[in-house]
Each structure stands twice: as C-alpha cells, then as structure tokens.
C-alpha cells in the first residue's frame, strides 16, 4: 500500500496537498480524510474476495461524515449500523437500503419500524427479547422482518484492549449458540420472520486471521445444522474487525486479507453462502490524519509536556483505550533534538493524552503535529467536553481539498438549551 501521507520536501503531503496548507485554510485542530486511500481499501477488500458474493457493510460508527458514506455508496458498499441516526445518515448519504445491516444490543420499536419501513437488508439479533420485538413489530407494520442471529461464540479474541473483545461469554452481545438454534427454529413458525443469515462479530483490531476462521468454523456448524433442519439462509455476516497499523511504519504489520480470505473460501463455498463483511476501522482508519498545532512546550519536573490544540475530545483513543497513534511533525525539523515527550490536550484531566513517554522531535510552540491511523473513531467519538467546538474535517481526493463538515462554532455549543427564567 502507498503512503497515505508522504513526505515531500520535509513536509507531509495528501493527494499532493501539503498538510501545513490544509491546517492554515481550515484551522486545527482539523481532521483530513484521503479518500482515495479509502477507495484503495475498499479494493484491497474486494480483490481479497473476489470470487465470492460478497456485501461489503461499510461500519458506520468508525466514520460517519456523510462525504464518506456518499462515496462508500458510489463504491458499492452499504452500511453496518447500529442506530436510527446511522440508519438516517447512511440513507441521507446514499447508501442503497438493501445493503444495510443493522447491529446493536438495544434497538428500540422505533428504530426497528425505521428498518421495516426503509427496506434494510437486515437486523443482525442479539437477544430473544429483540427477536420477539422484532416479531411484533414486523407484525404491526404488516410485513415480514429478515434478520440474522448475532451469535456469541465465546470466543477471547487477541485485540488490543478488552473493551473492544465482544466474542466471548461475559460480553452483553449475541446469543449462545445453542440458543440460536432454538431461535430460529422459533422463527421459522412466524409469518413476521425471515431468517435471512446468520451473524458474528468478535471484536476490534485484531491483526490474526485466525479467530476469523474459528468464529467462522462457528457459524458454519450452525448454518449446517439449520441446513439440514430445512431452513436455508442467504448470508453469513462476519462482522468487522480486521486490524490495521497504528505504529510506526514498519513497526507492525496489518491483518493479512489475502490469507484470511484464502482460509475462509473453502467453509463460504461449501456453504453456497452470500459472505457480509463489516470493516470499519480497516476502510478508513489509516486514511486519516488528525492535525493538532503545539501551543505550548512545557518543561515540567522530570518530563516536557509538548501541550497541542486537539486532546481527549477531539482522539478518544489514547485515553479510553490506551490507544497508540504514530505522531510526526508535519515539517521536518533537521537538528531538533529527539528526546521523550508526553503529548497533551488542553482539557482539564490527567488523562488527557495522545501520547506519552514518546520519542520525537522537539517542536516548538506554532509547530504542527500529525496523529496517524485516526480516520477511524477519531471525529467520531469526539466530545463537547469542556465545551469543545468539534473540529472540522476535510477530505482529499484527486488533489483536491474540500471541506466536508464544518468547525462547531459557539452557537451550536448552546443549541437546543433554554433557561427556562427571565434573563436580564
Ligand atoms: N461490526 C460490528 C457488529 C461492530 O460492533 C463493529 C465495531 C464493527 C463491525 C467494525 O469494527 P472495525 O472493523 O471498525 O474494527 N472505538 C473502538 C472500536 C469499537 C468497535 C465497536 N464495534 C476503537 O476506537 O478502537
């Protein structure tokens, strides 16, 4: 894969624009999105499958700007969502409703009469009290709703932190296998049910190909024994997950598509399945850059604190998750000693970081930083914390820059709330 941000002339560069020219027209701090580097992952993902019925269900939560999703629908992905609102923003976009599937532990009747009511592929089920709701819902709506099984395999998948495992038994999400089985047997005696595909999602960032082919040596038990009972299904949903690299280049390497893809023909062909793929972070995570400009170098007692524009409510990931991003200069400063740094947010917490303990060049106060691989759950966790405007974000594409969501100002800090008093 190319470079998604090279350095050209000292300074680094998307789609030929340099990222000093983007921080100045549009301010910091400031996300950019190189959306034909996105257009690239999507490739790598179909070349991997080639071959194969695939349904590549873009995540909606890693990135949600509508830009991005109007692009993903004119690539001819749909959407895996988890709300009404990524159900609204997925469709405002484009995104063809026959491509969505819809995820999450708590839809409500509400969101599952949205579903109905647009057409989405499918509800990907998590409990039998959902799949009951659902029944009545569909029931209400005088149609018929198609859904998968979310199944829960327990299985501990390898990824970075436990708040991002969702494979095994002590998480809130999927059912037993043994008790999807009976769940679909349930579902084939309602008219308001169709049991369309069978679904798992085991976690985040995980960067073996392994625990793909046993989640999927799962489903594939299940989706025999169903077979054999009479009730055929169309798809087989593998979730999303697939890691990228967050250090350094070179540092470490990324989950090798080819080779999952390689191990999971055989089991998708016997199957005769339509394979759904979920891939957040991988489509647009290393696509994306977040530009923070330093404020302040401060040389605190034993430790130098470079203080940026951009912390904890603008990159969520260094602080929830202990997440390591790569941090450069934008421009090369030859001659600037390396030395330790804790890189830091203005929000009023300790644990407002980006980085810490990290060797880099010492920046100056005016300097621009770039934090790497935040394309994905980068603008999208952000937070009014502190009453923080939410940063811009602009995309690249073709050599051209454009806006595609504006800085918050301070009015939309406020809207929406009223002193219910006479000011004055
Ligand atoms: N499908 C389901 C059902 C999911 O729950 C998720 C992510 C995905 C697909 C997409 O996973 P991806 O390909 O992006 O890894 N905020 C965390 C990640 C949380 C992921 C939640 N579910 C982070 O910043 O690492």
Redesign the pocket.
Known sequence: MTAPFPRLGGVLHSGGISLESLADRFGTPLYVYDLDQVRESLRRFEDAFAGMDLLLAY?V??NGNLAVLHRMAQWGAGA?IVSGGELFRARQAGIPADRIVF?GVAKTAEEMRAGLREGIYAFNVESEGELRRLEAVAAEEGTVAPFAMRVNPDIVSPTPHEY?R?GHAQTKFGVPMGRALDLYREAARSSHLWARGIDV?IG??ILDAGPFVQALDHVATLARSLRSEGVLLEFLDL????GVRYGEAGSERELDLEELAERMKPTVAELELRLVL?????LVGPAGVLLTRVEYVKEGQGKTFVIVDGGMTELL?PSH?G?YHAIEPVRARPGAETRPVDVVGPICETGDFLARDRSLPLPQAGDLLAVHTAG??GFA?ASNYNARRRPAEVVVEGGEAFLVRERESLEDLVRGERIPWPVG
């Open positions: 995540s939560k890693a895996d995820a991002t969702t999602h985040s960032q979730g999303g997950g697939y979920e891939p957040g972070r991988s990931r998750y997440g994905a759950y966790m």
